[in-house]
């Protein structure tokens, strides 16, 4: 199946601080990424849905200056979580849209402290 | 609004049959899937279903989905203790698959 990659698997940062988060599809191009994240023992909660070359669409609740989407080509899209805070620590789990079916990267750990 | 529930735990004995149950609210779901995640991992798409299908199956996997009581379950036959992980359920209501609503997944552990 396709393949999709998150750089980095795990992030520990400060408190203040900014971080991004990388989701690449490997294989194949897609028009549409999407960012979930994941409370432990919880299930994924869409963040936004990132489309290539515009303005990233986000769920309500999600602060859209806190969470920067960029999605910049067919390939890469970007999750920068800036002025970070213990309360974002979470596991970030990006998908990219093939046909009919998304396929999920491995996640990111972020830890801010 | 739309909404997908599961259980939360389930325990079997290696061996045994796991089945593992799904209820959601929108009619209008195209998309069906079942998802498996390990711990500290991402999401591996088991199996999906159309919503004009009863049942698929793949190898150890039998997808059951009952469109009028909005039903959907996974079997696991012959369960292993790799099997053990975080069951998914989650449906898409839009043809090209863009959105999917999770449920809150099942806890399936295995008991020797």
């Known amino acids: 199946g396709a393949v999709v990659s998150q750089h980095p698997s795990w992030v520990i940062c400060k408190s203040g601080t900014s971080v991004k988060i990388e989701c690449r599809s490997l294989?194949?191009?897609?028009?549409?990424m999407f960012w979930y994240r994941q409370f432990p023992k919880q299930s994924l909660m869409l963040m936004a849905t990132s489309n290539e070359g515009s303005k990233a669409t986000y769920e309500q609740g999600v602060e859209k200056d806190k969470f920067l989407i960029n999605h910049a080509s067919l390939t890469l899209s970007t999750l920068t979580v800036t002025s970070a805070h213990p309360e974002d620590s979470s596991f970030y789990i990006c998908?990219?849209?093939?046909?009919?079916?998304?396929?999920f990267g491995p996640g990111t750990r972020l830890t801010v402290t | 609004g739309e909404d997908v529930e599961q259980s939360l735990f389930l325990s079997v004995r290696e061996g045994d049959s796991s089945v593992i149950n799904c209820t959601y609210t929108?009619?209008?779901?195209?998309?069906l899937y079942w998802y498996k995640q390990e711990p500290g991992a991402g999401l591996q798409l088991l199996t999906y279903i159309f919503s004009n299908m009863d049942m698929k199956q793949d190898q150890r996997l039998t997808v059951l989905l009952n469109k009028k009581d909005k039903h959907l379950s996974l079997r696991i036959a012959d369960t292993q203790t790799g099997d053990s992980a975080i069951y998914f359920c989650?449906?898409?209501?839009?043809?090209?698959?863009?959105?999917?609503?999770f449920g809150s997944g099942t806890r399936l552990s295995i008991r020797p």
């Open positions: 998908s990219a849209s093939g046909q009919a079916e998304q396929y």
């Open positions: 929108d009619s209008s779901s195209t998309y």
């Open positions: 294989d194949f191009q897609a028009t549409t």
């Open positions: 989650a449906e898409s209501i839009d043809s090209s698959a863009s959105k999917i609503i």
